[in-house]
């Protein structure tokens, strides 16, 4: 295992966010009618914006973990960047089937089904865990991922999200959750 997290520099500034924040892209009635669809593609093109997102999420657990779970698929792009930033590991959360042998898989429902997300067994017990995702919708799969990893054998020490969508009351399901920006 290797040390605790550490910052690699201070926590954004309001100015960088509502830069991040203003790279967002909205795609009306997408995926369906009356949906305004967030895309944060541009933020994560954009070198700046994407440092700020990525120490803007670690930044309130700075120094509490040592592995940075990502929940595929977005989620790897910024948990990988917020482990390279603090010298941490990370952990892939997968859909399932893509990981030959995993050591958990959790299934949990959706609102039109189930889903299956598996880790594999790279962990050790002494591992404090950060997950991060790109956006909190339902909760279903950020309840998942606490599980798997508390099912891992390890302590989950935070969660955080780019963008919570406050409406779908994801954190009635998904547990405490920091997320950076809401619509």
């Given at each position: 295992m290797t040390g605790a997290s550490r910052p690699s520099s201070s926590a954004p500034t309001a100015g960088q966010l509502a830069h991040a924040r203003s790279l967002f892209a909205v795609t009306p009635d997408f995926p369906e009618p009356g949906v305004f669809f967030q895309?944060?593609?541009?933020?994560?093109?954009?070198?700046?914006?994407?440092?700020?997102?990525?120490?803007?999420?670690?930044?309130?657990?700075?120094?509490?973990?040592?592995?940075?779970?990502?929940?595929?698929?977005?989620?790897?792009?910024?948990?990988?960047?917020?482990?390279?930033?603090?010298?941490?590991?990370?952990?892939?959360?997968?859909?399932?089937?893509?990981?030959?042998?995993?050591?958990g898989r959790v299934e949990y429902t959706l609102e039109y089904g189930t889903a299956v997300i598996e880790a594999p067994d790279v962990l050790n017990p002494e591992h404090r865990v950060l997950i991060v995702d790109d956006v909190l919708a339902t909760g279903g799969t950020l309840a998942a991922s606490r599980e798997l990893i508390?099912?891992?054998?390890?302590?989950?020490?935070?969660?955080?999200?780019?963008?919570?969508?406050?409406?779908?009351?994801?954190?009635?399901?998904?547990?405490?959750?920091?997320?950076?920006?809401?619509?």
């Open positions: 895309d944060i593609s541009p933020v994560l093109a954009d070198p700046a914006a994407l440092r700020t997102v990525a120490e803007g999420l670690f930044a309130p657990f700075a120094g509490g973990f040592d592995m940075v779970a990502g929940i595929e698929a977005r989620g790897f792009t910024l948990a990988g960047m917020i482990a390279a930033l603090t010298g941490t590991g990370f952990l892939p959360i997968r859909k399932a089937g893509k990981l030959p042998a995993p050591g508390g099912q891992l054998g390890c302590q989950v020490t935070g969660a955080a999200v780019v963008l919570e969508i406050e409406a779908l009351r994801g954190r009635e399901i998904s547990g405490e959750v920091h997320a950076l920006f809401h619509a």
